[in-house]
Every structure is written in C-alpha cells, then in structure tokens.
C-alpha cells in the first residue's frame, strides 16, 4: 500500500490513502473544533461604539468634576488672570491719570477712594462696576459712568443732587434735593439761603411744589418756608411775613391767581398777616394790626364829615374781605393749621 504524503509547510500532516481515496482521521472527543463566530450586526456595532464613547465621557467628566470641586480650576484660572494683569501692568497698562467731570460738591480724593485704586495699579485689574456703585453711594452723587481709557486713564462722569430745601425736623435741618432725597451732609449753614420745608413727608412732596411755585418766579423768590398740613396741602411762609394757605386740590391755580392779585393791587403791601386761598370763590384775609386799622378808619370818617362842600372824599374799592375767624400758620410746627 503507497502512502501519499501533503506537505504543507513545515507542519504538514499525514493521511493514509485506502483503496486510492484518502481517509478521514477521525476527530477525537477531546479535540477542539474552531466555530466561526457570527459577524455583529450595524445596531450591535454601533451600541458597542456608543458605550466606550459613554465610558470615556464618564472618566473625563469624573475627573473634571474632581478639578472644579477641589478648586483646581479655579485657582489656575486666578493663577493665569493675575499673571496677566501682572504683565499688562508692566507693558504699561497702568492707572495713571484720573479725569472726573460733572463734579461740584463731591471732593476729588471721596472720588479716587470709591475707586479702591491708587496711581500705578494695573488698570486692566480695576472692577468698573463695583467701583461706580461706590461712587454713586457718596453723599451728593446720584449718578455716575466709569470709563476705561487705555492705556492708563480713568474718566468718571458724576450726576450730583441739587439742592431744593432744609427740612426741619425736630429742631435739625436737613439739605434735601429736588428728587425728595435727604443729603447726608454735615455742613448745611452755607445752604441757609434755602427754603425750609417742615412736616414729616414733606420732603417727599416738596418736588411737587416747587414745581408749582416755579409757575409763578417772582413770587416764588419770596418765599421763605413751606409747611405740609396733614400730608394733604401746603401753608406758605412769605419774606414779609404774610403766612398763604393753599388749597388741597388746584393748588396751582390758586397760586396763579395769588400771583394775579399781587401784580394789580400790590397785594402783599397791605397790612396783612394772612392770606387763605382754599376756597375758588372768595379770598379770605386777615390784618396784621386790627387796631391801628380801625384808628384809620375812624380818622377817615372824621375827615369825610368836614370835607369842604361840593368836594367828596376819595372812594376806595375795597379789595380784601376781612376773615371772621383769626387764621394762623407757623413753620414751628407740624400740625399747623
């Protein structure tokens, strides 16, 4: 019997020939058969590329995760912006000269402490922000705008209160601007020129009425003082001494028609000590001296009775209705009537 030997290689196997045919070796039971795996579907793929994508998401957030809640994040930034601003200052970015404008009452020095920086300081480095809300909480300053001017300037824009009235208060005055806010200032005797305004809420109204007062300018110089009757109206204090009563409502137009009587007849250069305007249909009064006025005008008649015949005395058109009741206003008090 011939044998047939394959070779294949340098492992070559060996199997015997029968009757010309080859034959079979059989397979052992402990012999391993390879199995062809079965090739993995496009979903199958794609979940296994999904799920090591997810996996290193999962590593990379956890770190990230670790980074921030240590504060290693944070402090690298912090490390790099001051490194920053450190070289920017060097290169000449630097706070130099400082421009204010719109400044009258508020001292330059107040301005360059609000700031919280001094001559040299890196400019890049300065809050804009935090520093004009500084500003603006310094006692006359209402508004301001903080500019950055490279590469070494600051330019502050400044909106200061304007002064309207004293408030008297419990025998302390008080600088109030036009806005009804109180002015923390100290000094207020330079602002003696002012009017004083008394009553709890009146610098919240007084606004309103100076821009009722404003109507009528010449005589609104003459007023000296303003008292809030009850949160609802206003009694005037003029510069002779002549105490007007407004109305709660159409106070405006009884001021105008105050201003009206003054120019036609000199109003205020009568002997009176009162003028109340709280009704539209008559002008109520009082005299400052009753007395001498009734010496008047029994002197008048005495004289009328011996006037020369065919000669009448002068007729007067009375003006001003004498008031039945005394009227009274005091800038002392608060619950003037």
């Known amino acids: ?28 039971s402990t012999q391993r058969v390879p199995v062809r795996k079965r090739p993995k579907t496009a979903l199958e793929r794609h979940l296994m590329t999904l ?4 996996g290193l998401g999962m590593s990379v957030g956890g770190i990230g995760y670790w980074a921030i809640s240590s504060g290693w994040i944070g402090y690298l930034a912090d490390l790099a912006s001051q490194r920053f601003v450190a070289a920017s ?7 130099s000269s400082l421009e204010v404008e719109g400044r ?51 330019r502050v824009t400044l909106t200061e209160a304007e002064p309207l009235a004293l408030w008297q208060k419990q025998g302390i005055f008080y600088l109030v601007s036009r806005t009804g806010d ?19 809420a009146a610098p919240q109204k007084a606004g309103e009425l100076f821009t009722m007062l404003a109507l009528e300018p010449n005589l609104q110089q003459r007023v000296t003082a303003a008292v809030l009757v009850g949160n609802r109206r206003w009694n005037l204090r003029l510069d002779n001494g002549v105490d007007v009563k407004l109305p709660e409502l159409a106070a405006d137009a009884a001021w105008m028609r105050l201003a009206t009587l003054e120019r036609q007849h000199r109003l205020l250069d009568k ?39 065919g000669k009448a005395a002068p007729e007067e058109q009375p003006i001003l209705t004498p008031a039945a009741t005394p009227l009274s206003t005091s800038v002392d008090k608060n619950n003037a009537t």
């Open 271 to 309: 002997d009176i000590s009162v003028i109340d305007l709280r009704q539209d249909d008559k002008l109520i009064v009082r005299q400052a001296h009753p007395a001498v006025a009734e010496d008047a005008e029994g002197a008048k008649k005495k004289s009328d009775q011996t006037a020369p015949a």
């Open 89 to 95: 200052a060097e290169a000449g970015y630097a706070l």
């Open 182 to 200: 109180v002015l923390a200032v100290k000094d207020v005797a330079r602002f003696g020129k002012l009017p004083v305004i008394v009553g709890d």
């Open 1 to 28: 019997m011939r044998r047939v030997t394959a070779h294949k290689g340098a492992g070559a196997a060996t199997m015997p020939m029968v009757g010309g045919m080859l034959r079979k070796r059989p397979i052992s």
């Open 104 to 154: 009258k009452e508020t001292p330059k020095e107040d301005v360059m402490l609000a700031l919280g920086a001094l001559k040299g300081d890196a400019i890049l480095d300065i809050d804009l922000e935090a520093a004009r809300q500084r500003i603006v909480d310094l006692p006359w300053v209402t508004e301001a705008v903080v500019e950055r001017r490279l590469p070494g300037a600051l």
């Open 51 to 54: 799920g090591i994508v997810l």
